[in-house]
């Protein structure tokens, strides 16, 4: 399997090569130049005998179908994380609610959606460096989740360091302490004093400082990404729509070839491109629902055909993973239902004038696969709050606005009648001030302007609550991050990120 730009392509390449340098030409970003195709059989395949078939099962024998030119090895290494670092045996656990099914995406080491690509992902792309004899940095700016999640995947791998920068007041308490608390030697953790937009452009800026690239170059460090623009994230945000289609099929909630829909909380469209790719390789999927928080992009451009960023700035929600503006992973989308010349000139123009428009046609084809819809907080913390109480299932924020979506485009008859899930991004101890609050009932229907006021609970209290008040236990990673060792707190202005980088490579 050969992948080529978005933008144009200079040359095909490998996906190894696409893992370790993952920037396409001209802007662009990598996308398989044609996607495998899957039918009944193959499904029937994983039906027949599920009660010997895992997870791995079915993530290995997509890898194989994206012919991925590693080693069966390294692939065996890769998904052995999945047995090892995650505590459900199924991976990703399906729950059963009164009206649809959950699958939950977290039950990695972070807590969070981002453990399910990036567990695989760094042992993946530590062993290329080794076996290229390369090393690699990676940046990774972060508003929560990622930061963790990469940090954990890298921790004491070989040929690679990582900095990690994140907004010193802009995390949640678990997530900060997630950081701060990692001890391997090769990773820094950077509390920056500025928000998240000064944490990602201080980034930006420092991949086109020359005294930066000569450190770099002179040091024999290469750069890579571990953002979900990195395809080698994608592939594994494909296998779970697989598996938890098989895994209906196999409790015989559905019939083989039934069609089902999927509901996603997104944010870079990540998760979502996964489910597009999958139903796009044969998976009987439906409508693909994408669930935004007020930072409502997607769903203006799902919904009017319109990407606007001029009148727009970024609201801080209790869904923070979701709140982004230029969501990345789109561009792959465009591409694939417009070709390289459309996805150029639209993807210029929102670039020069924040602003694109598609034709009527263009977004007839979006929403033959895609419809969307979107949730203020108070509508979250309500879904929440309901949940808890008559089913006895605690939804994270996140989550919470993918249950909304299902809830009220069912409703207004936008969905039929195909079984639906609603994927889970997180569990609820890593947002349980949120979470605490939407209980409580406090701050129901407010619309958060004073975020900060709602850091009067602290996370060890909040879950203490929680854990007091449900029938809910929060994990030992997560109790035990309140008596860890802080070991990894740098907090620093934003002039000083690139001597800090530079003083850690040099040594
Ligand atoms: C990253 C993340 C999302 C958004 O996923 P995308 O793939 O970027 O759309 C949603 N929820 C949580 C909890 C996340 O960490």
Known sequence: MKFIGTRGTDEKKSFSEVILNPAAPNGGLYV???LPKIDERYLLKFFDDMNTKTYRHIARSILRKFKVDLDDDLIEKSLYTYLRNFDHEDVVPLVRLKNFYV???????????K???????GVILSKLAQQRGENYLILAATSGDTGPATLKTFENRENIKVVCIYPHEGTSEVQKLQMITTD????KVLGILGDFDDAQSALKNLLKDEEFKKTLQENDIKLSAANSVNFGR???QIVYHFWSYIRLLSDYEIEMGEKIDVVIPSGNFGNALGAYYAKKMGLPIDKIVIASNKNNVLYELITYGRYDLRDKRLIKTISPAMDILKSSNVERMIFDKFGEERTKELMSSLEKEGYFELTKEELE????????????DGESEEIIRRYAKNEFYLLDPHTATAVKAYEYLKEKGKLGDNKVIVYSTAEWTKFAPSIYYALTGEDVNREIAELEERSAISDKDAIAYIEAHLKEKAPEMILELFNKEITNENIIPKEKIKEEIIEFIKN
């Not at 699958?103 to 959606?113: S, V, Y």
């Not at 391997?184 to 990773?187: M, P, T, V």
């Open 103 to 113: 699958a939950e995406l977290w039950h990695g080491p972070t807590r969070a959606f």
């Open 234 to 236: 994608i592939i594994f």
């Open 365 to 376: 084809k979006i929403k033959e696969d895609f419809i969307a819809d979107f949730a203020t």
């Open 184 to 187: 391997a030697k090769n990773e």
């Open 32 to 34: 398989p130049e044609k």
């Open 115 to 121: 453990d399910m690509a990036l567990q695989p992902f």
